[in-house]
């Protein structure tokens, strides 16, 4: 699978030197393989679960070293939502990004009181989630 391109008008910031491990979940294997290739090319690690409570478990094996996760809302066994109310429980400010198919708007309910949790709508470009991750670890 070829990597999208990671040119963007708004390239990284000199000074942001990714690192770290991302925990990408999403029931679409096809999807999770596209956002670890670009995770890894912007310079993060990546695991992947396939659920929230297989995610829940990866949180539990690598605790504190998880830099931010990649959330998809609509999933099987346990959705983003489910899976974001439990994580905020034991990580109440590890940042999160949300992504759906569904508007921010849509999604906004469940981001209103939660300052560690931010939003991108599928389908993105590589740019626009290496922008974002950008975002979401710098504030």
Not at 52 to 69: D, M, N, P
Not at 71 to 81: A, F, K, N, S, V
């Given at each position: 699978?070829?990597?999208?391109?990671?040119?963007?008008?708004?390239?990284?910031?000199?000074?942001?030197?990714?690192?770290?491990?991302?925990?990408?979940?999403?029931?679409?294997?096809?999807?999770?393989?596209?956002?670890?290739?670009?995770?890894?090319?912007?310079?993060?690690?990546?695991?992947?679960?396939?659920?929230?409570?297989?995610?829940?478990?990866?949180?539990?094996?690598?605790?504190?070293?998880?830099?931010?996760?990649?959330?998809?809302?609509?999933?099987?066994?346990?959705?983003?939502?489910?899976?974001?109310?439990?994580?905020?429980?034991?990580?109440?400010?590890?940042?999160?990004?949300?992504?759906?198919?569904?508007?921010?708007?849509?999604?906004?309910?469940?981001?209103?009181?939660?300052?560690?949790?931010?939003?991108?709508?599928?389908?993105?470009?590589?740019?626009?989630?290496?922008d974002k991750l950008q975002d979401v670890l710098r504030s």
């Open positions: 699978m070829a990597l999208p391109s990671l040119e963007s008008p708004n390239t990284m910031s000199a000074d942001w030197h990714p690192t770290g491990l991302i925990l990408i979940v999403d029931d679409e294997m096809l999807v999770r393989e596209v956002m670890r290739e670009i995770v890894e090319a912007i310079g993060f690690e990546a695991i992947e679960a396939a659920n929230g409570r297989e995610a829940l478990a990866l949180c539990q094996t690598h605790g504190a070293s998880i830099t931010a996760v990649l959330l998809d809302l609509t999933m099987p066994e346990m959705d983003g939502i489910g899976m974001l109310r439990e994580l905020r429980q034991q990580y109440p400010l590890l940042p999160v990004l949300l992504i759906s198919g569904y508007s921010e708007q849509e999604a906004s309910h469940e981001l209103a009181a939660d300052h560690a949790t931010f939003f991108v709508q599928k389908p993105f470009s590589a740019a626009s989630l290496r």
